[in-house]
Structures are given as C-alpha cells and as structure tokens.
Nanobody, 121 residues
Framework: QVPLAESGGGLVQTGSSLRVSCTAS????????IGWFRQAPGKEREFVAL???????TNYADSVKGRFTISKSAYNMVDLQMNSLHPGDTAVYYC???????????????WGQGTQVTVSS
C-alpha cells in the first residue's frame, strides 16, 4: 500500500547503459519483495528482476541475466542498472511490491506508474 515511483528512464543508443530507480514513500518492510517488470506495446507485462528485502536474494529473467543488476540503493529505494541495452529492451519499466519471490505480475499488489526506456538501433 506504500506508493512507489519510478524514475530514470530515457532515450539511449544500442550498447549504452541506463539506471532506473524505484522509490517508496516510506520504509520498505523487511518481508517485502520488490520486482521490476516491463511492458512493450502489444505485449504482456513480463518479469525482469526481483530482490527480497531482508535477505538480498535476487532473481533475473534469462533475457537480462548478465546485463541487468537489481540492488538496494537506500532504505526506501531499489535501482535497476541496465547495461548493453538493445532495442528489445524498449518498454515501460514498472516496479512493484509483493510478498513472494514470484515472477508473476498478479502476485504483486502495489505498482508504480512506470518509466519509459527507449533504445534506438
């Protein structure tokens, strides 16, 4: 129920890097899982990465493994560092809060409004 807000999106060229951030209005509870998802036009929302707050456990989609890194940047903030970007990464990126280590969007109950990431060829 704590509001979330994404920031840091933009327009970059293939091969560039970008960091997007998810900021909560208050402290993130230790039991929470914070996930990043993305949605391109005409496609379903897909899992990108997650982090469990109390243990620091992370998980990544195969499509971004080795290129993206999710991490805590503050008590109320999660970053997603995106390297070696290509046009397939173009999407609106959302952060979300849940209670399970899940890759399914419906398992998350609080969502931000999203930030646009566009990668030119």
């Amino acid at each position: 129920q704590v509001p979330l807000a994404e920031s840091g999106g933009g327009l970059v060229q293939t091969g560039s890097s970008l960091r997007v951030s998810c900021t909560a209005s208050g402290r993130i509870f230790s039991s929470a899982v914070i996930g990043w998802f993305r949605q391109a036009p005409g496609k379903e929302r897909e899992f990108v990465a997650l982090i469990r707050w109390n243990t620091g456990r992370t998980n990544y989609a195969d499509s971004v493994k080795g290129r993206f890194t999710i991490s805590k940047s503050a008590y109320n903030m999660v970053d997603l560092q995106m390297n070696s970007l290509h046009p397939g990464d173009t999407a609106v990126y959302y952060c979300a809060r849940g209670t399970k280590d899940s890759t399914i969007p419906s398992d998350y109950n609080t969502w931000g409004q999203g930030t646009q990431v566009t990668v030119s060829s």
